[in-house]
């Protein structure tokens, strides 16, 4: 009889060593999920960021343009009222 309970004994313990590695196992897969998912958000803002920066780097590309012509023009002695479109067209 003792030698039936010690092979209960010991197919318990293989059952709780199996346990024990199941569950480090599922310990790592969700520490990898946790990073997947912190990756996606971390990704996902950076895109919005670029987003953002890529309107306001336009936004500053126009207006060094607006400024650049303003200065041109200034440069060489003209003003809005003499580029009319009567005068860039010839008429009188």
Known sequence: MSVEIEARI????????????DVKEIKIQLNDTAKKSDFERLERTITEWQSGQTNR???LIFILIAVFTAITLAAVGLSVTDVSLPNVLGGH
């Open 57 to 59: 780097m336009w936004k």
């Open 10 to 21: 010991a197919r318990l313990e293989e059952r709780q060593g199996a346990l024990e590695r």
